[in-house]
């Protein structure tokens, strides 16, 4: 795309000739150190859709921009690497017409505390977004940015200015920071609002107007906090028939008047306020961190609302909970960290009711016909101070498992409340499998389900009871000992939970097995003690199908499947970032360690998922440690990029002055030129696809599977080999390897073995590349079973290993043409082809004197171009490079026949009459 260089020398440009000049998608830069000041009146305008460049030197900007700036009608703006100043009471920039700007990379900046513009106005359906961007204002500023029916999208940004969201408009707010001197630091009406992994400080400390004010606007916020520096204001005010989620949010104050939120494992410093027929549902925990507070922790008025999972708070206050004017505040469990919940007093009027949970029984009560009623002392007398449901709920990742769970607990809820009041409960059958790939979490759900379970009296146990066996732990090596033994541990978990792992395992083939004696005593015993045991059978997913076929009981005993889907690049990403935490760790840039861990988890092979990424982070450790042991004075809590970088890198490609690059070999090939075309277009589009993804872009993985067609001799699998190394060092496959296979590889000599070989290779090749030369005689015709069974083994295989490994099918035009049609799924899972065309006779030679020279064999290389062409427009042969190295070998042949004739020959010249010698015999 053409740039233009904007400066004040003769050999650049003036920026409005520049502009003039400019297409749509040409990029304007201004010559380092250059102050850009826009006076045009009213304002300079942009309707084009450029890119404006300045230039950076460390952390300074060599580029300084002023005036006033207008971008309309739908023009797509981007502004990279500039201080934008603002050195007059005016706006800076007027964005309208729905058009779309980026700030990237800059600081705006301005010296007036009492400006009476709005620095940034935009309006009429616009879009803004700003990455990494600063603004840098006196603490006096009062108007800030302000979006009108637009869009606006803040990521990895710090901003010191108030935002004004208005009339249907949509703010992100990603992995930023506020921090605002000025009330109303975020004003909405009638907007919606997306706040992300990001801090909101309002530093002002006198008033009572909000840091955050919502008005008829709906807000999401997660991961984040929003605090103020004073405590007279609330640092959250929802107003107006507002409404929201918070999930994990950090706030000091909040109030909400007329509005509903839904809050999911929250911390509040100092009050919540609820009012004006206001709702708030809270899931999980809801911590007051009240510990130096003289503030009422929660407090309702006017019909208002609150219901929620588990309370916590931290010191003894009196109110504890004020409840007035028609309101009700009902919770689950209410936990005093330092001290004894019970003493906690709550205030109400006589229109209001104040329900917690008591703790006064240690013992499970039983209805009269001996079912538990599992009250809420009852289950913290096992559990003290322990919400299940929230840890549950609090696992990263698991969206369909836990709605399955949910349906379960909900289950046992009803009944328990059925049996409260004296009417019988629901069967409820709770036996289920769980499938998945190895840490998915299964063992983690299947305890926490059992405990919550066990909380709500439909696991009968005097106390709650988790065993974990395997099928070495059921199977007996003795005759009739196996269903001594598995009824054994079926006993030991009566009451409780039996977890068996791998329980595929079970059903073991050969004369001596057992397992078929275990499967029959676990269905008889799930049978007749369905009401007093719940049995998880677990394991992988494709062999946990296929046990499940082994007994047609299984279905009918285990109503409850759920699927442990692998978690994706973004939850392992939050796996290791709280394992970290956890650890008291922090990484010095979070978003390297997203990024390279995203690498290293599409690289790797491993699909142990929670224990990959535990094992990555143990890497990382004994690098930090390894560090901060040998160096003094170093930080013992912070986890370095160099730390990341060494731990991550083991086992990856590294560049190195000895290795040949592949883009080079690739160039170096004789002829190819379509060829060439094709593999650098493919290899972009393999880049652009994975730079996007780093950049947190959902796309759509690109299918790396590819049909080589050409005739033989023509460079197929040496352009294999070379894709194989381009892939490798992008990242895209775990390894640099190739397997090369034909027919006689994969197929087999009986049925059933052809499945087993073909298996092998695709095994032998995961991580890399496949090679199947002359794919098309894989199949000979309608009824080669052998055939058949082969494609259809490596079909399964390249679905199921996708993003894994490249397959290339490799052979002639028609042959190949003909192949693809046997199977209506070859062709869906390749969809990349390559034509390899035939050389021409001036391409044969220049191939053959490079293998003649390799041997370090001389020839006249004009003499040999022109009887190679005359030798080669004869030939039927076009195996191409095939046909060239077979000319080369008669040559040699002729030449060691002059040598034994002659031994004082030049042993490694080939003379003209070699040459004439092998044309006669071409004929």
Same mark, same amino acid.
């Given at each position: ?109 301005? @010296?007036?505390?009492?400006?009476? !513009?709005?620095?940034? &106005?935009?309006?009429?359906? +616009?879009?803004?977004? $700003? %990455? #990494?961007? *600063? ?91 929003? @605090?103020?520096?004073?405590?007279? !204001?609330?640092?959250? &005010?929802?107003?107006?028939? +507002?409404?929201?989620? $918070? %999930? #994990?949010? *950090? ?138 449901y929230a840890q549950l709920q609090g696992l990263i990742g698991l969206k369909t498992v836990k709605e399955k769970v949910d349906k379960l607990i909900q289950q046992a809820k009803y009944n328990q409340l059925q049996i409260e009041q004296g009417l019988p409960p629901e069967k409820m059958t709770m036996h289920a499998a769980f499938l998945g790939n190895p840490g998915t979490g299964k063992t983690t759900v299947a305890r926490l389900m059992g405990q919550i379970l ?225 593999v650098s277009a493919f290899i972009n589009q393999v880049e652009l696809s994975k730079v996007r993804q780093e950049q947190g872009i959902e796309t759509k993985n690109i299918t790396l599977h590819s049909l080589f067609l050409g005739n033989p001799g023509t460079g197929k699998t040496t352009v294999a080999r070379i894709i194989g190394e381009l892939l490798y060092q992008k990242g895209m496959i775990a390894t640099n390897k190739m397997v090369e296979v034909s027919r ?58 996708r993003h894994d490994m490249v397959v290339i099918f490799a052979g002639y035009h028609k042959e190949m043409s003909a192949f693809l049609e046997t199977n209506s799924g070859l062709a869906s899972r390749v969809p990349n082809t390559f034509d390899f065309e035939d050389y021409t006779s001036e391409e044969i030679a220049q191939i053959g004197l490079y293998e003649l020279a390799s041997d370090s064999l001389t020839v006249d290389e004009e003499a040999y171009r022109q ?57």
């Amino acid at each position: 795309m053409p740039r233009f260089l904007v400066g004040a020398t003769e050999d650049t440009w003036d920026f409005d000739a520049a502009y003039e000049a400019t297409k749509d998608g040409d990029i304007i830069e201004f010559t380092p150190n250059l102050i850009m000041n826009f006076t045009k009146e009213p304002f300079t305008e942009i309707t084009k859709n450029i890119t404006i460049v300045g230039h950076i030197e460390g952390n300074t900007f060599l580029n300084t921009i002023t005036g006033k700036i207008k971008i309309s009608n739908k023009a797509k703006v981007t502004f990279q690497n500039l201080w934008m100043s603002v050195l007059e009471n005016q706006n800076m920039f007027r964005i309208n017409g729905e058009s779309e700007v980026t700030f990237e990379n800059c600081v705006l900046q301005s @010296e007036f505390p009492s400006n009476e !513009y709005f620095l940034l &106005l935009s309006e009429e359906k +616009s879009k803004v977004n $700003f %990455k #990494n961007f *600063t603004t840098k204002l006196p603490d006096k500023h009062q108007l800030g940015m302000k979006f009108v029916h637009s869009a606006v999208s803040i990521q990895d940004s710090t901003i010191q200015n108030r935002l004004w969201i208005r009339e249907n408009s949509e703010l992100e707010f990603v992995r930023s920071k506020m921090e605002c001197s000025r009330p109303k630091s975020v004003w909405s009406e009638d907007s919606k609002l997306t706040i992300i992994s990001s801090q909101i400080y309002g530093t002002f400390e006198e008033g009572t107007n909000p840091v955050l004010d919502l008005n008829q606007s709906e807000i999401n916020l997660e991961d984040s906090i929003v @605090e103020g520096v004073g405590t007279n !204001y609330y640092t959250i &005010l929802l107003q107006s028939g +507002s409404r929201g989620v $918070f %999930k #994990n949010l *950090t706030v000091s104050f909040m109030r909400i008047k007329n509005s509903h939120i839904r809050m999911v494992n929250g911390s509040v410093k100092h009050n919540l306020a609820i009012a004006e027929e206001s709702t708030l549902y809270s899931q999980g925990r809801l911590h007051f961190l009240n510990k130096e507070s003289r503030h009422i922790p929660i407090s309702l008025t006017t019909n208002a609302v609150f219901v929620g999972d588990s309370i916590e708070v931290e010191k003894e206050i009196s109110p504890i909970i004020r409840a007035k004017e028609g309101s009700c505040f009902v919770t689950n469990d209410f936990i005093h960290l330092n001290g004894d919940a019970t003493k906690l007093n709550y205030e109400t009027d006589e229109t209001s009711q104040c329900r917690v949970a008591q703790k006064h029984k240690a013992a499970p009560e039983r209805s009269e016909k001996g079912e538990i009623i599992r009250t809420e002392d009852a289950q913290k007398a096992h559990h003290t101070n322990t919400d299940y449901y929230a840890q549950l709920q609090g696992l990263i990742g698991l969206k369909t498992v836990k709605e399955k769970v949910d349906k379960l607990i909900q289950q046992a809820k009803y009944n328990q409340l059925q049996i409260e009041q004296g009417l019988p409960p629901e069967k409820m059958t709770m036996h289920a499998a769980f499938l998945g790939n190895p840490g998915t979490g299964k063992t983690t759900v299947a305890r926490l389900m059992g405990q919550i379970l066990f909380q709500y009296g439909a696991l009968k146990g005097e106390e709650f009871k988790f065993v974990e066996v395997s099928a070495a732990d059921l199977l007996s090596g003795y005759v009739n000992q196996t269903a001594e033994q598995t009824r054994k541990k079926l006993e030991e978990a009566k009451g409780g939970v039996l977890f068996i792992d791998e329980a595929y395992a079970l059903n073991k083939k050969g004369s001596n097995s057992t397992g078929e004696e275990a499967i029959n005593e676990l269905l008889t015993y799930m049978e007749n003690h369905r009401d007093d045991i719940m049995v998880i059978f677990a394991g992988y997913t494709k062999e946990m199908e296929q046990f499940f076929d082994v007994n047609p009981g299984f279905n009918s005993r285990v109503p409850h499947q759920l699927t442990f889907e692998d978690y994706s690049p973004d939850e392992i990403v939050q796996m290791g970032l709280k394992i970290f935490e956890g650890k008291a760790r922090k990484v010095e840039d979070p978003e390297f360690y997203t990024r390279k861990i995203k690498e290293a988890y599409k690289r790797s092979l491993d699909k142990s998922n929670a224990r990959w990424i535990r094992n990555q982070n143990e890497k990382i450790m004994q690098e930090f440690i390894f560090r901060v042991m040998s160096q003094e004075n170093e930080d013992m809590t912070l986890i370095k990029n160099q730390d990341i970088e060494k731990a991550l890198s083991q086992g990856s490609y590294e560049e190195s002055d000895n290795k040949v690059d592949a883009w080079k070999q690739l160039n170096q090939l004789i002829g190819l030129e379509k060829v060439k075309e094709q593999v650098s277009a493919f290899i972009n589009q393999v880049e652009l696809s994975k730079v996007r993804q780093e950049q947190g872009i959902e796309t759509k993985n690109i299918t790396l599977h590819s049909l080589f067609l050409g005739n033989p001799g023509t460079g197929k699998t040496t352009v294999a080999r070379i894709i194989g190394e381009l892939l490798y060092q992008k990242g895209m496959i775990a390894t640099n390897k190739m397997v090369e296979v034909s027919r006689g590889d994969l197929i087999g000599g009986y049925q059933g073995q052809t499945a087993i070989k073909t298996r092998e290779h695709l095994q032998a090749a995961l991580g890399g590349v496949l090679f199947i030369d002359e794919a098309y005689s894989l199949k000979h015709g309608a009824n080669d079973n052998f055939g058949q069974e082969a494609i259809d083994e490596i079909l399964k295989f390249m679905e199921d290993h996708r993003h894994d490994m490249v397959v290339i099918f490799a052979g002639y035009h028609k042959e190949m043409s003909a192949f693809l049609e046997t199977n209506s799924g070859l062709a869906s899972r390749v969809p990349n082809t390559f034509d390899f065309e035939d050389y021409t006779s001036e391409e044969i030679a220049q191939i053959g004197l490079y293998e003649l020279a390799s041997d370090s064999l001389t020839v006249d290389e004009e003499a040999y171009r022109q009887v190679v062409a005359t030798a080669y427009a004869r030939t039927n042969d076009r195996s191409n490079g095939r046909w060239i190295r077979n000319f080369n070998e008669k040559l040699r042949l002729r030449l060691a026949t002059r040598f034994g004739n002659n031994p004082s020959i030049d042993p490694n010249q080939i003379i003209q009459q070699d040459l004439e010698d092998v044309l006669v015999m071409s004929k």
